[in-house]
């Protein structure tokens, strides 16, 4: 189990035995979002516009970046990739890598979204500050 909040730390917990593995507290860590783990590391993002990558093995930084808006929603796991609304209503298609941050595509909303979205099948459901959107398509 990976966990991660500001005011405390990251870490690393072996369900099996609850066992620490690690714990660190030198990255930006998220104080609204939930950290999601990929196969490149475990993503953190900050209300103030931070994401951070961290080791899974012992939660060294892997490389952090500070972008223009910050994040209340938490990230989803869409495919191999992930998929997060900043505060300004921007959907952020992001490509796990432990090198660098990779947005492959930004799409606008129109409108500020603080909530993280479901996805049923092909539709994703998010709350925007005054409207519910279904967006839906295929699966390219």
Do not use: H
Request: net charge negative; aromatic share 8%; glycine share 10%.
């Amino acid at each position: 189990v990976y966990v991660a909040c500001d005011g405390a730390y990251a870490a690393a917990i072996e369900v099996a035995t609850g066992k620490l593995l690690w714990k660190g507290d030198d990255a930006v860590l998220p104080d609204v979002s939930s950290p999601v783990v990929t196969e490149a590391g475990l993503y953190l993002f900050g209300s103030s516009g931070t994401v951070t990558c961290l080791n899974v093995i012992d939660g060294e930084i892997l490389w952090e970046k500070d972008l223009k808006d910050g994040f209340y929603s938490s990230p989803l796991l869409l495919g191999k990739d992930l998929i997060i609304f900043d505060r300004k209503g921007n959907l952020l298609l992001i490509e796990p890598s432990s090198k660098e941050l990779i947005i492959k595509e930004t799409l606008k909303l129109g409108e500020p979204v603080v909530t993280t979205p479901v996805i049923i099948g092909n539709k994703m459901w998010v709350r925007g500050y005054q409207n519910i959107y279904c967006i839906s398509g295929d699966k390219k």
